[in-house]
């Protein structure tokens, strides 16, 4: 059974920094491409950041490029969403999600409905 889990959240000023962690389980963690998305109060989930499962290729969203970093360590099957230069407007529940790739090493998925591996997210808050 896959699991996932994130951790990390919480709450921080406006201009601070938060590194969030997924940890996988279940499953064989090279083979899934990893991609966090977040979702404020009343608006739809949306994507974040993406990573292949073994090239390491990533993609931002425009609203968070230049201020995250998403990254693996495939031997501790675990994916981090670095997130520095915080704003009031990043403040959301953080979910990390994969999916097995193995005919890619290339693909990263930025829509929901083609990622069926989910954590239950984790709150972070921007003060301003």
């Known amino acids: 059974q896959v699991q996932l889990v994130e951790s990390g959240g919480g709450l921080v000023q406006a201009g601070g920094s938060l590194r969030l962690s997924c940890a996988a389980s279940?499953?064989?963690?090279?083979?899934?491409?990893m991609s966090w998305f977040r979702q404020a109060p009343g608006k739809e989930r949306e994507f974040v950041s993406g990573?292949?499962?073994?090239?390491?290729?990533?993609y931002y969203a425009d609203s968070v490029k230049g201020r995250f970093t998403i990254s693996r360590d495939n031997a501790k099957n675990t994916v981090y969403l670095q997130m520095n230069f915080l704003k009031p407007e990043d403040t959301a529940v953080y979910y990390c999600?994969?999916?097995?790739?193995?005919?890619?090493?290339?693909?990263?998925?930025?829509?929901?409905?083609?990622?069926?591996?989910w954590g239950q997210g984790t709150q972070v808050t921007v003060s301003s």
């Open positions: 999600a994969g999916r097995d790739t193995s005919y890619s090493n290339t693909a990263i998925y930025t829509r929901r409905k083609e990622l069926p591996d």
């Open positions: 279940g499953l064989t963690f090279s083979r899934y491409a």
């Open positions: 990573i292949s499962k073994i090239t390491s290729i990533t």
